[in-house]
C-alpha cells in the first residue's frame, strides 16, 4: 500500500509538472494568436484578411488532429528542443502544440463579446490599436478569459493522461503501465480518481476567479 500511494504522489507531481509548463506556454502563445484572429478578422481595428484566413486554417488544422496522432507528427521537433521525444519533459511540446489552437479560439470567442460599441468610444478618443487591446479588449473579456484558461486546463490534463500512456510519465502512465497491464484495478482506480478530482478544483479555482472578476 505504501508503493502504491509513493507511486501516485510520484505520479501526481509529474502531471501537474506537465500541466502547469504547458499551460504557461500555451497563455504565452495562445493569447496573441487569439488576439490576432480578432483583430484582424473583417471589422476588426487591424484588418488583414489573408493574414487571418491563414491564421485560422492553421488553428483549425491543430484543434482537428488527435492528440496521439500530434504526439507523432510533432516528435522531431520535441527531439530538437528537449534532446528526445519520450519522457514527462518532452510530453510537454506535444501538449503545447495541441492546446495552443484551443486557447487561440478560447480568445477569441471571448474577446467577440466584447461589446464593440466600447471599442468605437475607444477609437474616437484617440486610443491607438494597442490601447485597444490592452485597455477594452482583454479587461472586458477576462471573466470569459479566465473560464476558457481553466477549460484549456482540463483538457491539458487529459492530453497528459494520454501522454503518460504512450511513455510521458504521470498518472496516466501509471495507470497503464502499472494498472491495465499489470492488472492491478486498484492502482488504476486510483489514479482516475485522482485525475478527477484534479479536474475538478481545477474548474472549481477557474470558476470562482471569473465570479469574482465579473464581480468588479
Keep these: 500500500m505504501h508503493d502504491l500511494w509513493s507511486m501516485i504522489l510520484e505520479a501526481t507531481i509529474e502531471t501537474l509538472y506537465m500541466t502547469g509548463v504547458a499551460a504557461a506556454f500555451t497563455v504565452l502563445l495562445g493569447l496573441p494568436l ?24 492553421l488553428v483549425n488544422i491543430g484543434r482537428s488532429t488527435p492528440f496521439v496522432i500530434l504526439m507523432v507528427a510533432v516528435s522531431p521537433l520535441t527531439r530538437l528542443l528537449i534532446g528526445r521525444s519520450i519522457g514527462t519533459t518532452a510530453a510537454i511540446v506535444p501538449l503545447v ?4 489552437p484551443f486557447m487561440a479560439r478560447v480568445v477569441e470567442q471571448a474577446l467577440h463579446e466584447v461589446h464593440s460599441g466600447l471599442i468605437e468610444a475607444a477609437l474616437a478618443m484617440g486610443s491607438s490599436n494597442w490601447q485597444v487591446v ?19 486546463l482540463v483538457n491539458l490534463v487529459g492530453y497528459s493522461a494520454m501522454a503518460g500512456a504512450i511513455g510521458g510519465g504521470g498518472l496516466g502512465d501509471v495507470a497503464v503501465k502499472w494498472g491495465y497491464n499489470r492488472y492491478q484495478l486498484d492502482v488504476m482506480y ?27
Design 34 to 57: 487569439g488576439v490576432l484572429l480578432v483583430i484582424t478578422d473583417r471589422g476588426g481595428i487591424w484588418q488583414a484578411p489573408v493574414l487571418n484566413r491563414s491564421l485560422g486554417v
Design 97 to 100: 502544440v495541441a492546446a495552443v
Design 134 to 152: 490592452t485597455k477594452v479588449l482583454l479587461p472586458e473579456a477576462l471573466p470569459s478569459l479566465v473560464r476558457g484558461t481553466a477549460l484549456m
Design 190 to 216: 486510483v489514479s482516475l480518481v485522482v485525475l478527477v478530482v484534479m479536474v475538478q478544483v481545477m474548474q472549481w479555482i477557474g470558476d470562482n476567479l471569473a465570479n469574482r472578476f465579473t464581480h468588479k
